[in-house]
């Protein structure tokens, strides 16, 4: 356990998003015995001009325009930084010495205004924590100067927005921090080649509103559909699930209704998936809503894809299929290997097939429990502690 520190998060993810942010998570954690600053990145010039109609965007937005205070305090040791000035948009460079040049010019026009911020709140001997943010923080620890410098890997950054400049810097970035910490093993793995002082801490979820003690109501959208439902929740993006394993796992198994809930991408909404008469996709549902649809599915399953970015991905979803107590068929992964004991972990539609049937028949009260019990290990309060463990041993 450490206390009474200062922690300085740079936050890749707004504090104000409406998904869940592990970062977030991780800062409200250790607010609880240490003091917090949670910067939210900055928008660029481009972004701004462009507009957003998201709660985070308006939220900077209002703060480069003096119409909301640059400093919010949300509790008695966290405090939330949003920039009062846009940024250069600079991702269409190329990668090499012109990016790094107005890279650096950004951030030191960031960590600038940081040191000043960190001055008034009396910030001193900080712990510096880089969520996954490999550009507007690469100057980071060289500016700040903290006591200790941490780079958080929650994800391979493999998409179209990194993929010109992340290759060569996330390595770099990796070397000057002096502790990686990842919330898989594969992320935490893949970094030691760069820096010794990598290791995984597990993922936190928060499972409070998961709960097997209340009845949930049935959604109007599924009282109709035969049982027994096999059913996903969450995006459907065809960059993280495999469209076709799906439509073949649903064409042999024309006696079992597959429900989708989420928004889907174009990929997804043009796919045969659509032509079967057992596949129902629902769109996209409130997170408060999801939770009821879980209650009422027979199986949940987690068809995913592998590849560059999900190879390493935690899925947070596969924890709160456990939580109520419901048997899960998904693709078998490194990360997946956490959930041996708990989960089918299937490849290709001849395990699936066989994962869903024998889930359906492997659902006693006490593997029920051992199921709950199991996802509710995975807290926040153990990730964290995994991360001060290993603070404690880098310095």
Known sequence: MITERDFVFTGMQPWDISIGSNAKDIALEVSKNNRVLYINTPL???????????IEFQQRKNVINGKSKTLRQINQNLWVLDYPFSILPINFLPDGVLFD????????????????????????????????????SFYAPDFLHPTL??????????????????????????????????????????????NIHSYDIGQGVDLTNYRTDRVYPVPEDIKNIPKPIIGYVGWVTSR????????????????????????????????????????HFLGPKEQSETIAYIAHFDVCINPQKINEITIGNYPRKVDEYLALGKPVVATKT?????????????????????????SLQQNSPQIINERILFAHTHTWSNSVNKLYNCIENVK
């Open 44 to 54: 660029d010039k481009k972004t701004l001009w462009k507009g957003e109609n998201t």
């Open 101 to 136: 040049f107005f890279n650096r010019r950004n951030n030191k026009k960031m960590y600038k205004f940081v040191r000043k911020i960190l001055k008034e709140i009396k910030f001193e001997k900080y712990i510096l924590f880089i969520d996954n943010d490999i550009y507007r």
């Open 149 to 194: 410098s941490i780079y958080y890997r929650r994800d391979n950054m493999k998409s179209l927005f990194w993929q010109k400049h992340a290759p060569r810097l996330e390595p770099l970035l990796w070397q000057k921090s002096n502790l990686i910490v990842a919330n898989s093993p594969q992320l935490a793995e893949a970094a030691k080649t760069n």
């Open 240 to 279: 993280r699930l495999d469209a076709d394993l799906l439509y073949n796992i649903a064409n042999s198994c024309k006696d079992y209704s597959f429900v989708i809930v989420g928004g889907e991408d174009e990929m997804f909404r043009k796919h045969e998936l659509h032509m079967l008469n057992n596949v």
């Open 334 to 358: 490194q990360t997946m290997e956490i959930f041996a004991d708990y989960v089918w972990n299937c490849i290709g539609v001849e395990e699936y097939v066989l994962g869903i049937k024998e």
